[in-house]
């Protein structure tokens, strides 16, 4: 009888080690990702380009953007906000500029770019005047081009 007891104890201690083994495998390498402070943030997009030439073309009248390369398409935007009031604010100031622009979501991987966006947002919010939006707005893309730290 424990020998019975034995067996099974060693059968589960090796079977745990092997799915352990399993599980880690499957995230080693990736463990800043698994382990990364993420948070949502809404960009506002204005358009998409095949090549840098035409990206460069289609924002000659644009002061203030970056762009983001993924899956080799330049993809320009021209607000970050992790409030989608805020973000459908600077929305409607590029409207008015008659400026076409779509909102989209994605992931900042950013702890300290996080936390400066979530005080350029309440200023955001307490800000009516169009020009000081647009000089806020300018500080985010700044910040954002020092730390260039977005998840695709």
């Known amino acids: ?17 092997v799915f352990s083994n399993l599980m880690f495998s499957e995230y080693s390498g990736r463990l800043d990702l698994v ?9 506002l997009k204005h358009s998409e380009h095949e090549s840098l030439e035409d990206m460069k073309a ?31 604010k600077l929305q409607d100031i590029f409207s008015e500029l008659e400026i076409e622009t779509s909102i989209e979501e994605r992931l900042i991987f950013n702890v300290e770019f996080v936390t400066l966006i979530t005080q350029f947002d309440a200023l955001i919010a307490q800000v009516e005047d169009s020009n000081n939006l647009l000089q806020i707005n300018k500080r985010v893309l700044q910040n954002y081009k020092e730390m260039e730290q977005i998840a695709t």
Do not use: C, H, P
Not at 35 to 43: G, I, K, V
Not at 77 to 84: F, G, N, Q, T, V
């Open 58 to 88: 289609a924002t000659d009248d644009l002061n203030d953007f970056l762009y983001i390369v993924e899956n080799d398409t330049y993809k320009v935007y021209l607000a970050i906000s992790k409030s989608e009031e805020n973000i459908k």
């Open 1 to 17: 009888m424990k020998k019975y007891r034995l067996y099974l104890l060693a059968l589960a201690i090796g079977l745990g080690f």
């Open 35 to 43: 382990f990364a402070a993420t948070d949502q943030a809404y960009f």
